[in-house]
């Protein structure tokens, strides 16, 4: 089942004369991990913020094409309808607690208020997020006393809370330690293990080489690229363009380990496997 | 954490609904211009502060009690001198003398100004502000102004901890911050450069992510806690109405 259907999107915000994003099209099906990436400026933000509507009716500016999200017409839709169906993680963990809330308990019920859930099914609504995320021991801290990784986790929990069939994070990890990181990318697929559809922007290709399905690659606001992990990387343009590629398949390139279909290894167990078998062959 | 002088406690004053507290204190303030004569006025003050004790905050208040004493001992000073109607003299101390009808009047403006001080510590000391403002935006206050001031108590401190790492960060690269007025005042603007901009980016993001938990949504919001009106909050806000209307009539009659 298609939930994400992006068809040639143009962006341009309000006082700018270059496009954010340039005819980019794509589709998601449901329970697919999809990883955003490219250099800096590319669009990554822009494109997440456009999959709940913030991009363009928050901004404002000059917008063309399609984005239908989990049924919806993002552009024909108000923020927050849209948000019932799609959730989005923003970068900074600090900016995303509501301010309001002197809980962790209390802070992710502040979008079911809003939404106007019943008190019970708040209560089985919290307590489900706060366990699913491993913040349920912390539930009667202060969000602000959080570390980034919990506090991220938190705003995760939060998001998830409004039950969402689309889980958008936007550079979720990038003001987080390893630790920090390790967290949020477990929790996320996880979540996607159970069927969520997860679409991240991500500066930390090797981790998305590792846990997405598939890879969009945004350069200057259009997409260059767009399929698993070792195709994309294996394309010989993306270190002339800006976009970084895993270390690991860097390497690997350098000395000629070329998987049997032409790719390079993305991670490092693949290229333990592959340097394995070289050396096989080599002593054989 | 918070920019708040709430006590937290468990007496029958922190039990009872902010909303009947904000009447106490509401009518206590009212009481404060109508009730005629000193006694009235003092009785009242002696109900506020039983109200304050009971919560277990009056030595909270002694600081602020002590601190407003200044004021009210310009009332007598500057009354008992000055004041226009004076005629017996009370006291001689050298060359200035004081005059009764001065000296009762400083003494009526600071009944005044303790009766209101002591209200409000009521409201202030004993009611915890987050759940004030949820008991007003259930019954129709806006949720965005509701929201505004619960941000804003836990929003500054936070600020305060960021100018805190800004000047740590300028000093550690040489920029004077303390020593002469002139020094202080050339330290503020680097300091507060950062601190401006960084607010704004982060207003701009925390909108972001209020909008995408539905902040702005036309739903009819519901409240994770449920309000607690214990029975004799009831007869609290009763006894406070009835002396209130008996003092309006007794005033209008009198």
Known sequence: ?284 | MRLSLYVPGNSWVHRLDPLTKLIMAVVAVILVFVLPGYWASAALLAVSLGVLASGGVLRRSVPVFLGVSLIAITFFVVQGLVYPGNQHPALTLGPVTFYQEGLLLGLKLSLRLYNILAATLVLILLTNPSDLVESLVRRGVPSRFGYVVVAVLQMIPNMAATTGTIMDAQRSRGMETEGSLWTRMRAFIPLMGPLVTSSLIATEERALALEVRGFSGNRKPTFLHEEVIPPYAWAVRALYLAALILAIAGRWIG
Request: with cysteine; aromatic share 8%; charged share 20%.
């Open chain 1, 1 to 284: 089942m298609t939930v994400i259907e992006v068809e040639n999107l143009r962006y341009r915000y309000p006082q700018q004369a270059e496009p954010a994003l340039d005819g980019v099209s794509f589709s998601v099906q449901q329970g697919e991990f999809i990883g955003i990436i490219g250099p800096n400026r590319s669009g990554k933000s822009t494109l997440c913020q456009a999959l709940v509507g913030l991009v363009p009716h928050f901004y404002k500016g000059a917008i063309g094409g399609k984005v239908m999200v989990a049924g919806l017409d993002v552009h024909q839709h108000q923020v927050w309808e849209v948000c019932q169906r799609v959730g989005l993680v923003f970068q900074s963990p600090f900016t995303q607690m509501s301010g309001a809330k002197f809980t962790v308990y209390d802070e992710v019920a502040f979008g079911l208020e809003n939404q106007g859930v019943a008190r019970d099914e708040m209560v089985r609504r919290i307590e489900r997020v706060l366990r699913l995320l491993g913040l349920w021991e912390y539930r009667d801290r202060n969000p602000f006393a959080l570390s980034g990784g919990q506090m991220q986790r938190l705003a995760i929990a939060s998001v998830l809370a409004l039950e969402p069939e689309v889980l958008v994070l936007d550079e979720p990890t990038s003001q987080l330690d390893p630790a920090g990181t390790s967290e949020v990318f477990a929790a996320v697929s996880d979540l996607c293990r159970q069927g969520m559809t997860v679409v991240m922007a991500e500066h930390k290709v090797d981790r998305i080489a590792a846990r997405a399905d598939r890879v969009l690659v945004l350069h200057e606001g259009k997409s260059i690229a767009f399929g698993p992990p070792r195709q994309v990387f294996a394309r010989e343009d993306l270190p002339a363009l800006g976009v970084a590629i895993p270390p690991v398949t860097e390497v690997c390139r350098r000395l000629g380990w070329q998987l049997p279909d032409g790719t390079y290894p993305v991670t490092v167990a693949e290229a333990v496997q592959m340097g394995g078998a070289a050396r096989g062959n080599h002593n054989s």
